[in-house]
């Protein structure tokens, strides 16, 4: 507006110029009236002149105090406002943009009650007389729209102050989200904390550096046997004597005078008679400036602990006795064994040179009896000469027997795997047997399956005794019937080696299973043998246990009453050939 008015009054002192210019040259022929016009003209010229002056050179220094005043009010980050009396805002800088998101143009000629929210209205107009009467507003929090329309929190503060020419309220408004935020959190924080004060396992207390308790939780009060917080406040812990006779004061001390967290266990017995072992860690709180300004107590009840951990001294303590005469007595059954170990290996040695000593005389009492037996023609005397070799093959197989034990119990028998054919093996076993096999009229059977090849390597002469244990047992308790000797593979993963698996059955009387275990023992016998009918020493399959043991095998039995037995035989990782 004010643009336009200055430039219609250019073009007036324009006009009036030009026609007092062209007038001069007319005055000279002209009447009085005309040089009074002329005079009148030059003096609006002057006027306007100065009219001119004031509006270009006064409004202009004006307009650059105003604007540089606007640049100030920009830098400041907090929204600068004026409005008017009767609400409309005058004046806002830009950070109006910036925290409000309004540009200035858009808010500056409206009225404020637009951006405040409805339930904020009424306080903001009584905020705003308080202004206008009282010239002045302290600091107040309240809350403005947002242009997205959220709401903001905010802190105004405003005065009155002439502005062109009329009172308004001039003042700023600041953006305390964050503070708010930070408000919230510490409030959250002093409720979680408090909460966890009153609610934690531990006794917790704190007290100035001068002793006097000022806060003390539940589990505190509980570890103590204090009454009440009231009636603990009322302890000083520097002149209190139950902690200055167990040395609490002193640790408090301690903590001030070092600045440090300090622990302290003992005994403490409370003016209300309870008794603890108590554990507390003394832990002193600084201000900015490093000056102490209160103590932090963190106390446990460890009588509990303390209890176990003397139960625990005293049972250790009974644990090591223990432990003491289980050693001796340890040492006490290695003596034994050693003891025993001795007696075994001289009972083997004992009877392995008596079998040797026995042996000699034995086969020549056979071998003489053989002698005689082919020299005599009585039959009275021919029966007695082979009941003689009878008795004497007897004795000298239990001898044998004997000896193979106590070898094996002295382990002075050593395995000595070597190449054999499988079916001369077996051949050469059914053939040893063959004259028993006819007389009882029991055939043995081979089956050796075809997946087995030809070789095998392992120690042939023990093989072959197992073999001849096994089949002579079968031969002993069958009457009628067969013996099956059955031998196959089993293959693994190298083609070179198999688990070979050997059978061994009959037809005979069988055995009952209580005594699968007990038939393994040396001189153990089945408890429906007949002694006058099968003989024999109960050693055979002791040491064919034993052998197979020692071979790396595994033996197992199968049986039923009346119907016969199969042993069967694992030997595992055996190798195997064609050629």
Do not use: C
């Amino acid at each position: 507006m004010k643009k336009k008015l200055i430039f219609i009054i250019i073009l007036i002192f324009i006009a009036l110029e030009i026609f007092s210019v062209f007038g001069f040259k007319y005055l000279h022929n002209q009447e009085l009236k005309y040089h009074i016009a002329i005079g009148i003209i030059l003096i609006l010229n002057a006027l306007i002149a100065y009219v001119l002056y004031w509006f270009l050179i006064k409004n202009t220094h004006k307009t650059e105090i105003d604007i540089n005043y606007k640049r100030i009010l920009d830098t400041i980050t907090d929204v600068v406002f004026i409005i008017s009396t009767n609400g409309k805002i005058l004046f806002v800088n830009s950070q109006a943009n910036t925290i409000l998101g309004y540009k200035p143009k858009d808010i500056e000629g409206k009225n404020f009650i637009k951006f405040i929210p409805k339930n904020e209205i009424i306080k903001y107009l009584r905020r705003l007389k308080e202004v206008f009467l009282k010239r002045q507003i302290p600091l107040f929090e309240n809350f403005i729209l947002h242009a997205d329309g959220h709401q903001i929190p905010i802190e105004i503060s405003a005065k009155i102050m002439e502005y062109q020419g009329k009172y308004a309220a001039i003042g700023t408004i600041r953006d305390i989200t964050n503070r708010k935020k930070a408000e919230q959190a510490l409030i959250e924080s002093e409720k979680n904390f408090r909460l966890l004060f009153e609610n934690a396992p531990f006794g917790i207390y704190t007290a100035t550096p001068q002793g006097k308790i000022l806060e003390i939780n539940n589990e505190a009060l509980r570890i103590i046997g204090s009454p009440s917080a009231e009636a603990s406040k009322k302890i000083n812990i520097l002149t209190f004597p139950p902690l200055i006779e167990n040395g609490y004061a002193s640790a408090f001390r301690e903590s001030i005078r070092k600045g440090k967290k300090v622990n302290f266990e003992r005994l403490y017995v409370s003016m209300w008679g309870k008794k603890a072992v108590i554990s507390s860690q003394i832990i002193p709180l600084k201000d900015e400036f490093g000056k102490i300004v209160k103590i932090y107590t963190v106390m446990q009840d460890i009588s509990a602990r303390k209890l176990a951990e003397k139960r625990l001294k005293e049972q250790n303590e009974e644990y090591s006795k223990l432990v003491s005469e289980y050693q001796n007595q340890n040492k006490k059954l290695i003596e034994a064994k050693l003891k025993a170990d001795e007696s075994n290996r001289l009972k083997s040695e004992f009877l392995t040179n008596m079998s040797h000593e026995i042996r000699t005389p034995m086969n020549a009492i056979i071998g003489f009896s053989e002698v005689l037996q082919m020299q005599l023609n009585d039959e009275k005397y021919l029966f007695y000469v082979d009941k003689i070799m009878s008795s004497g093959n007897n004795l000298l197989g239990l001898i044998n027997d004997i000896l193979d034990l106590s070898k094996m119990e002295a382990k002075q028998i050593e395995i000595k795997p070597e190449k054999i054919n499988v079916r001369k093996m077996f051949d050469e076993v059914a053939l040893i047997f063959s004259g028993i096999s006819k007389q009882k009229q029991i055939p043995i059977i081979l089956n050796i399956n075809k997946n087995l090849k030809k070789y095998i390597y392992t120690d042939a002469f023990r093989l072959k005794q197992i073999l001849m244990n096994l089949v002579s047992n079968a031969l002993k308790f069958t009457e009628n019937g067969e013996v099956l000797i059955f031998a196959r593979a089993k293959h693994t993963e190298n083609k070179e080696i198999i688990d070979l698996i050997i059978e061994v059955s009959d037809t005979g009387i069988g055995i009952p299973e209580e005594e699968f275990q007990t038939i393994f023992q040396s001189f153990s016998r089945i408890a429906q043998e007949d002694d006058r009918l099968y003989g024999g020493t109960g050693l055979g399959l002791a040491i064919t246990r034993q052998l197979v043991e020692l071979m790396k095998g595994s033996i197992s039995v199968k049986s039923k009453i009346g119907q016969g037995s199969t042993f069967t035989i694992l030997f595992k990782d055996i190798k195997t050939s064609d050629d």
